[in-house]
């Protein structure tokens, strides 16, 4: 799993599934406010729609 901060303090975390690869956005108050609809072959097709959904920060 790779996850990181974004300056709102929202938590973003880019894992893989037996399906695909997957991203989750996590408020602060620990609710979770978005996820993808779908799973990616491959993680960069993940990240990238993660970044279309409004992702800032950099997931490792």
Same mark, same amino acid.
């Given at each position: &799993? /790779? @996850?990181? @901060?974004? %300056? ?8 893989k599934t037996t399906g695909g690869w997957r991203w989750r956005r996590t408020a602060s108050n620990?609710?979770? +406010?978005? $996820?993808?609809?779908?799973?990616? +072959? =491959?993680? /960069?097709?993940?990240? $990238? =729609?993660? %970044?279309? =959904?409004? &992702? @800032?920060? =950099?997931?490792?």
């Open positions: &799993m /790779s @996850t990181c @901060t974004d %300056r709102s303090g929202d938590t973003w975390e880019i894992y620990g609710r979770i +406010v978005g $996820a993808s609809t779908e799973a990616y +072959v =491959n993680k /960069s097709d993940c990240e $990238a =729609n993660a %970044r279309r =959904n409004g &992702m @800032t920060c =950099n997931p490792t």
